[in-house]
């Protein structure tokens, strides 16, 4: 899915990227680990396209990248893959579900589709009440879930994420890590995490250690054998909490009635218009939705 080659990248004299060889499959959750300064960032933004390698070859999903102009770049990106950075990077003066828009409309959708997919993806993210909130509204762990519904809203093959829970407390750290694998176990994406989280880095199926602009391990997890704790394939991704006020950040996943969120005052939900499958229904799985 993600191939690189010799890459190498300086900036001025500092050179960042020594020759990084790195081959990633289709599905799988790779964590790049190391010491700050050690070319993380700069790696992942050059899986990304963000960046330019001085030297290498930057192969995706059979597409060289390397090879394309800026404009075909952009839309390359915008098609196939998903960012999620540390500090979300919200627009501030866009509501959540226009943040999460954006990229469909840049990608030419149109707004009655975006829209759907976006509330789609806000509802399964347990984020429907909060869908009309701005950035400065919301908790950090409901801007990274609303970053990581942006991520997806194009349906990208690849998602990197650049110490994505590096701003969160531990639950909601907890919560967003299991959102990963959930989506990966579900529609089979690929994830590229960099993060400092040791707890994150082991459940993922590879490490990769940079020190020094190079890889200086790259270990696979061994499979675990069938595992309990593992959410069952049919199970809601996010439940509902039995009301939005007592709603915990990041929602809760012990409740076995989920209910719909309704607003304390109990007034009717905001007509956000058709949303053709329930979140909260059990039957739902998330094939259905992303599909
Ligand atoms: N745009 C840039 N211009 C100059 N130096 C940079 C730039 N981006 C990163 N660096 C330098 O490259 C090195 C690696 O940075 P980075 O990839 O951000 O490391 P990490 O994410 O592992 O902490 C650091 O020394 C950093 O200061
Ligand atoms: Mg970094």
Redesign the pocket.
């Known amino acids: 899915m993600i191939e690189l080659k010799n890459i190498r990248k300086s900036?001025?004299s500092?050179q960042?990227l020594k020759g990084i060889d790195l081959s990633i499959e289709r599905g799988e959750v790779v964590s790049i680990v190391?010491p700050?300064?050690?070319?993380?960032?700069?790696?992942l933004q050059i899986m990304g396209t963000l960046d330019a390698a001085d030297e290498g070859s930057v192969v995706i999903d059979g597409t060289d990248v390397t090879r394309l102009s800026t404009k075909q770049l952009a839309r390359f990106r915008n098609q196939n893959i998903g960012f999620v950075f540390q500090f979300h990077q919200l627009l501030p003066e866009f509501t959540a579900l226009e943040n999460v828009m954006i990229p469909a409309l840049i990608g030419g959708s149109s707004h009655n589709d975006a829209r759907q997919r976006a509330e789609e993806l806000l509802a399964f993210m347990g984020l429907t009440d909060r869908a009309t909130h701005k950035p400065a509204e919301l908790s950090g762990g409901e801007k990274q879930r609303v970053a990581v519904a942006r991520a997806l809203v194009n349906k990208p093959a690849v998602v990197l994420a650049d110490e994505p829970s590096g701003s969160l407390d531990s639950a909601n750290k907890t919560e967003l890590h299991r959102l990963f694998f959930d989506l990966r176990d579900r529609l089979g994406q690929t994830f590229v995490i960099?993060t400092h989280d040791e707890s994150l880095a082991a459940q993922t199926d590879r490490t990769i250690h940079?020190r020094d602009g190079q890889v200086i391990d790259d270990e696979t997890t061994p499979a675990e054998p069938a595992d309990a704790s593992k959410p069952a394939p049919a199970k809601p991704l996010m439940e509902a909490p039995a009301s939005a006020e007592d709603a915990p950040i990041g929602g809760t996943h012990n409740d076995p009635t989920p209910t719909a969120p309704t607003p304390a005052d109990g007034t009717p939900l905001p007509d956000v218009g058709p949303i053709r499958r329930n979140p909260l229904d059990p039957t739902t799985t998330p094939e259905t939705f992303l599909a």
Do not use: Q
């Open positions: 900036f001025g500092l960042v190391g700050s300064g050690a070319g993380k960032t700069t790696l960099v940079l």
